[in-house]
């Protein structure tokens, strides 16, 4: 059973450029969540997705970071105009079933703004 | 306060110690508490949750929830080497999102 696949695993993007990090989650998995990880930070909620619907967004910048799971294919987060401040590390987990416990990690998509 | 408090470590212990992390937290309505292991430039991996109070034990891993004292804990038997990692607690009322520490950085040296 694979599990939570994210691409790319890096990504250098240029100020003012769009950066877009998918997210395939588990097999069997329908609930999608995004953390953002700064350097010597702990781990921050972005969002929380179910197929074709955002269920809480509360952790998400409000502007410039959308974020969608569409019926078909990965989630995807989407982080328009990037600024340095951007550089991080964006880790997606899956869950089975409802409720905010009993995440799995993908390996993280390391994005760094020159 | 913040929400969840951990020490940040670094810890170090010889192979085959007995490792005791631990976090703190502020709000009651947490009920669901869980660890994740993260080795460097990796993904966090979930070593085990539980609910409410009391202890879950998974090979030699150990974790305990004192719900009046607000105190979690995670204890490592006969640590490995391969144990050093950062070690993250997290926790949950179940329907809100997960608030993690900062993490513990273990070096378990043989």
């Known amino acids: 059973n694979a599990g939570v696949m994210q691409n790319p695993r890096h990504l250098v993007r240029r100020r003012g450029q769009e950066a877009r990090l998918r997210c395939s989650p588990m097999k069997g998995h329908s609930h999608v969540y995004w953390y953002r990880q700064l350097p010597e930070e702990g781990l921050k909620f972005m969002v929380y997705l179910q197929k074709e619907n955002i269920i809480d967004e509360s952790g998400m910048p409000k502007e410039r970071f959308s974020a969608e799971f569409p019926k078909e294919g990965p989630s995807i987060l989407r982080i328009q105009q990037v600024v340095r401040g951007d550089s991080a590390a964006y880790f997606c987990?899956?869950?089975?079933?409802?409720?905010?416990?009993?995440?799995?990690f993908g390996p993280g998509t390391r994005l760094t703004v020159t | 306060q913040k929400e969840v408090e951990q020490d940040p470590g670094p810890l170090s212990v010889p192979e085959g110690a007995i490792v005791s992390l631990n976090c703190t937290y502020s709000n009651s309505a947490f009920q669901y508490f869980m660890w994740y292991r993260q080795y460097s430039r990796k993904g966090p991996e979930l070593l085990m949750y539980t609910y409410s109070s009391g202890n879950k034990e998974d090979g030699r891993f150990t974790a305990q929830v004192d719900k009046s004292s607000k105190y979690i804990s995670l204890f490592i038997r006969d640590s490995q080497p391969s144990d050093s990692a950062t070690y993250l607690c997290?926790?949950?009322?179940?329907?809100?999102?997960?608030?993690f520490g900062k993490g513990t950085r273990l070096s378990v040296i043989a």
């Open positions: 987990a899956s869950s089975p079933g409802q409720g905010f416990y009993e995440q799995y």
């Open positions: 997290a926790v949950s009322s179940g329907n809100t999102p997960l608030v």
